[in-house]
């Protein structure tokens, strides 16, 4: 079992910066792919970003490219999501996910892939 409990948003105007982290606990995270994704008000969970055990692999959505970066620090048990230039958007409710992984540079992008979530936390940007 993984506990996933992510932290960092808020409210911020756009153009501006915020970092969300995801700390696990439980299993060691660094067996697990990270993964973020959001939720619009009435659209469905998307994909953000992912990054692979080691993080040698990484992926983004094409609309948050260049502008967002995700890393992870196994050591303390963290994934991170640096968001920047953000957009009216970009505003949703983010959550990480773990999945677990065999191979160290494997990548997950579909939400089935990860087997636990966090509780979400809000993000938003005001126009």
């Known amino acids: 079992q993984v506990q996933l409990v992510e932290s960092g948003g808020g409210l911020v105007q756009a153009g501006g910066s915020l970092r969300l982290s995801c700390a696990a606990s439980?299993?060691?995270?660094?067996?697990?792919?990270m993964g973020w994704f959001r939720q619009a008000p009435g659209k469905e969970r998307e994909f953000v970003a992912a990054i692979s055990r080691d993080g040698s692999t990484i992926y983004y959505a094409d609309s948050v490219k260049g502008r967002f970066t995700i890393s992870r620090d196994n050591a303390k048990n963290t994934a991170y999501l640096q968001m920047n230039s953000l957009k009216p958007e970009d505003t949703a409710v983010y959550y990480c996910a773990a999945g677990a992984a065999l191979h160290g540079t494997t990548i997950y992008m579909r939400q089935d892939e990860y087997n636990y979530w966090g509780q979400g936390t809000q993000v938003t940007v005001s126009s």
């Open positions: 439980g299993r060691t995270s660094s067996r697990y792919v």
